[in-house]
């Protein structure tokens, strides 16, 4: 059974960072992509960043391209997420999430999803 598990949210100033932190267990395949969903107060889930297990590919939507890194030690089945210059838009839940079609931008293509883990940003 594949679990993740997210951690690493908390409550940081416009301008600060935040590192999350995404484990997973019980991966049977090598080729999947591991991803991360924000879900802000009265709307949808959207899809942040996304890597590419395999090749180590990434992705990000545009609004974090040039603030948020996400990156993966698979030796530790751990993907991190490193944001930077957070904005008070950027508070939402923040989810962990995998699936075997890279990159996963939209929630209908992921397989498992962790716990979500809370970022706020203050102004």
């Known amino acids: 059974e594949v679990q993740l598990q997210a951690s690493g949210g908390g409550l940081v100033q416009a301008g600060g960072s935040l590192r999350l932190s995404c484990a997973s267990f019980g991966f049977t395949a090598d080729d999947y992509a591991i991803g991360w969903f924000r879900q802000a107060p009265g709307k949808g889930r959207e899809g942040v960043s996304c890597?590419?297990?395999?090749?180590?590919?990434?992705w990000h939507t545009e609004s974090v391209k040039d603030r948020f890194t996400i990156s993966s030690d698979n030796a530790k089945n751990t993907v991190y997420l490193q944001m930077d210059s957070l904005e008070p838009e950027d508070t939402a839940v923040y989810y962990c999430?995998?699936?075997?079609?890279?990159?996963?931008?939209?929630?209908?293509?992921?397989?498992?999803w962790g716990q979500g883990t809370l970022v706020t940003v203050s102004s």
């Open positions: 999430a995998a699936g075997y079609h890279y990159p996963l931008r939209i929630p209908t293509m992921i397989e498992y």
């Open positions: 890597i590419d297990i395999t090749d180590g590919s990434t």
